[in-house]
């Protein structure tokens, strides 16, 4: 199922349902088929957001400290597509939405 993000100002995105509610339970959201995030959430989602993604590239960094590698366990248990790439277009759009003082709404066919 697709999730359409629309801005009150500055475009939309389309994602798939599984990505945006993983998004969403960061943010604090529920993955209702509808819903919006208010001029007044939108600081507190990016920040949210933005902690997460930071936390995800701490864990992982190289730990070898002798030679700044991972070790290949390590290299196997990365995410395929990290949630740093799967955020970007939706903080995007949230800061430019934020940045022109509007609002985001959402759509999906059903709850997710």
Do not use: Y
């Not at 936390?55 to 290949?72: C, V, W």
């Amino acid at each position: 199922m697709l999730v359409k993000l629309t801005s009150s100002s500055s475009g939309e995105i389309i994602m798939f349902s599984d990505v945006a509610h993983r998004l969403f339970e960061i943010a604090g959201k529920k993955c209702t088929a509808c819903g919006v995030f208010t001029k007044e959430q939108l600081p507190d989602t990016i920040e949210r957001l933005s902690q997460a993604v930071d936390a995800e590239k701490a864990m992982f960094r190289p730990i070898d400290a002798q030679s700044g590698e991972m070790s290949d366990e390590e290299k196997q248990n990365l995410p395929r597509i990290s949630l740093a790439q799967r955020a970007h277009p939706f903080l995007a759009l949230t800061k430019l939405t934020q940045k022109e003082d509007g609002f985001l709404t959402w759509q999906a066919a059903n709850d997710f």
